[in-house]
């Protein structure tokens, strides 16, 4: 018997693993339609990530329709921090950042890099993806455990 949601998902991986793998590749695919390549798709979802942790802006953002919060300012971030999270080479990074920007998804002063009303919006098939790749991993993982009770 399995401890761990994670050792449940690793001792029944070969049964399970294309139901996860089917929405990840499709959250992949959606990601690298809207922002050209799978690094651009990284760095811009690193910015969103850090723009969300700030929950006024996150509410704000997300809590309107269309989602969007053109009238706040998103948390930035810098062109170091996001090599640092990405395991890229600064200037693949800065190099990136300046496609992203090209697009009108983010705004860049300086070093410091943030989403643009533009960005917000874009993020809403790549934030349906994400949503259907959530409820997959957890249809899953309840599956499994609702098996893990039956004797």
Do not use: C, W
């Amino acid at each position: 018997m399995a401890g761990t949601p994670e050792d449940l998902l690793a001792e029944n991986y070969s049964r399970v693993a294309a139901r996860l793998l089917e929405s990840l590749v499709e959250f992949l695919s959606v990601g690298r339609h809207a922002y050209g390549d799978l690094e651009r798709l990284l760095l811009f979802v690193i910015i969103a990530q850090r723009a969300y942790s700030d929950r006024t802006y996150s509410e704000a953002a997300l809590g309107s329709d269309p989602p969007g919060a053109a009238h706040l300012t998103p948390l930035s971030t810098n062109i170091l921090s996001l090599a640092e999270a990405a395991s890229l080479p600064r200037e693949t990074v800065r190099r990136k950042i300046n496609e992203l920007v090209d697009r009108g998804v983010v705004t860049r002063v300086g070093v410091n890099v943030a989403l643009t009303p533009l960005g917000i919006d874009s993020l809403a098939l790549a934030r349906k993806a994400l949503i259907r790749f959530t409820a997959q991993q957890h249809s899953v993982l309840a599956k499994l455990l609702a098996e893990q009770k039956t004797p």
